[in-house]
């Protein structure tokens, strides 16, 4: 059903109020235990710096005494040296992620600053075209903005600071001429982990945002996103696609796959579902999601009640945006969803 009317509009944008009002309070929070993890992890780097150049100065002299210098001296001054080497590595590497953090948790409570001051001012007069749709629009894309910028700072920073760890412990193997056996199985052994690292942190980028979605669009994004979930939940995905392959307006794509992404989440916390179908259908004028599993089920007059997010704020962007929401479940047989939604082109705000 589409909202009509002042009350149903007001109802929309107090609650819009409520959920931007609590986003700011815990983002506050969050930013003030980063900035004393940042001081905490400051001090351990100076600690740490302080320990390396005595360590580094400890090596020069066993160098310098290298003939009458026993193997097990040796092998300790190096091992020192590489233990407060990694450790400075992964503390310095923590530094530069809480900075980025830092750097984009306060970006974002500004960002939430402007959309409190904007809703507090109610909803738009206008809901022709250019109105209430343009403003929701505006909303989404400013979100989903803050998600790309940070999503190419996780590439360029911690991504790339691991694949250097990884280079480095290709050198540091050979810097190692004494029992050269357990040397590289613990070399090899941190480089696997630092191998893993890296691979979930690009799954990280692409839940946060996938570069793909810009590039080829809502379908193949959804199937990629589809098969690496059921890669990490073991859950048997299937998704199916009818209609035109056709891209849909930027903003519509993003709302259906987080939407999806949303869902498929809810499911693998809370259904107990061991197969899950997901249908989209795009024709001229319309766009048709189902997300169907054969889980535990639920109460569906329960989630009146929620005031997070999930299920209750899909369906309200929905109806923002013209379309139609709804569900089917029972507690025992599993749950439907459905939510259709206008092309950009033929949707009609009354």
């Not at 590439?155 to 691991?162: E, F, I, R, S, T």
Request: aromatic share 6%; net charge negative; proline share 2%.
């Amino acid at each position: 059903m589409l909202l009509t009317g002042s009350q149903g509009e007001a109802s929309v944008w107090e609650v819009l109020l409520d959920e931007v009002q609590t986003e700011m309070d815990q983002t506050r929070r969050e930013l003030k235990e980063i900035d004393l993890m940042i001081k905490q992890s400051q001090a351990e780097v100076d600690k740490l710096v302080q320990r390396n150049a005595s360590i580094s100065m400890h090596i020069q002299q066993v160098h310098t005494h290298i003939d009458t210098t026993s193997p097990e001296e040796i092998r300790s001054a190096y091992e020192a040296a590489m233990e407060t080497q990694q450790r400075l590595l992964v503390m310095r590497g923590q530094i530069e992620r809480l900075q980025s953090d830092n750097t984009f948790l306060t970006r974002y409570i500004n960002f939430l600053e402007r959309v409190n001051k904007a809703v507090q001012a109610g909803p738009p007069t206008d809901t022709g075209e250019g109105g209430g749709f343009g403003s929701v629009e505006m909303m989404i894309q400013a979100q989903e903005a803050e998600r790309r910028r940070l999503s190419r700072q996780m590439h360029d920073g911690p991504a790339q600071a691991l694949s250097n760890f990884i280079l480095q412990t290709e050198i540091a193997m050979r810097l190692f001429d004494m029992d050269q056996v357990k040397a590289r199985e613990e070399l090899e052994n941190l480089k696997e982990t630092a191998t893993s690292t890296f691979k979930k942190v690009r799954d990280f980028i692409f839940d946060l945002r996938p570069m793909m979605l810009d590039d080829l669009g809502l379908s193949p994004t959804v199937k990629r996103y589809a098969e690496a979930f059921k890669d990490q939940t073991g859950l048997d995905v299937n998704v199916t696609i009818t209609g035109v392959e056709r891209r849909l307006e930027g903003y519509i794509e993003v709302m259906i796959f987080r939407a999806i992404q949303e869902m498929l989440s809810n499911i693998a916390q809370h259904a107990q579902a061991t197969q899950v179908k997901v249908q989209l259908d795009i024709t001229d004028r319309e766009i048709k999601v189902i997300v169907e599993d054969d889980g535990k089920g639920f109460d569906v007059e329960e989630l009146e009640g929620h005031r997070g997010l999930g299920l209750k704020l899909i369906r309200e962007r929905v109806q923002m945006l013209g379309g139609t929401f709804d569900i089917d479940s029972k507690v025992g047989k599993g749950s439907r969803v459905i939510f259709q939604l206008p092309s950009a082109k033929t949707a009609v705000f009354v």
